[in-house]
């Protein structure tokens, strides 16, 4: 049973930097991908990065490709997604994700395991 704590939330100003932590547990970490997603009030879920099992490949939407930045440490059993530059429309709860990489994750972007959200709240 993969079990993901997210911390690293708060309010951030438009133009500065913030970075989420996804804590994992429970699984061997070398193996999983792991997935960003946030959810904005009124908003559906949306994917906003990903990687793969080994830290080699990454994937962001138009959205936010150049200013968020995703990478895990499978020594340290943790992926990070930092947020360069954020704006107010970036204000969401983040939520991170993990699959085992077996079941192509990476491309299909569904996950099994999922962390408690964090609030993100990007002020001008």
């Known amino acids: 049973q993969v079990q993901l704590v997210e911390s690293g939330g708060g309010e951030v100003q438009a133009g500065g930097s913030l970075t989420l932590s996804c804590a994992a547990s429970?699984?061997?970490?070398?193996?999983?991908?792991v997935g960003w997603f946030r959810q904005a009030p009124g908003k559906e879920r949306e994917s906003v990065a990903a990687i793969n099992w080994s830290g080699t490949l990454t994937w962001y939407p138009d959205s936010v490709k150049g200013r968020f930045t995703v990478s895990k440490s499978n020594t340290e059993n943790t992926a990070w997604l930092q947020l360069n530059n954020p704006q107010p429309e970036d204000t969401a709860v983040y939520y991170c994700?993990?699959?085992?990489?077996?079941?192509?994750?990476?491309?299909?972007?569904?996950?099994?395991?999922w962390g408690q959200g964090a609030q993100v709240t990007v002020s001008t």
């Open positions: 994700a993990a699959e085992p990489c077996d079941t192509g994750s990476f491309y299909t972007g569904k996950y099994g395991y």
């Open positions: 429970g699984f061997t970490f070398s193996r999983l991908v």
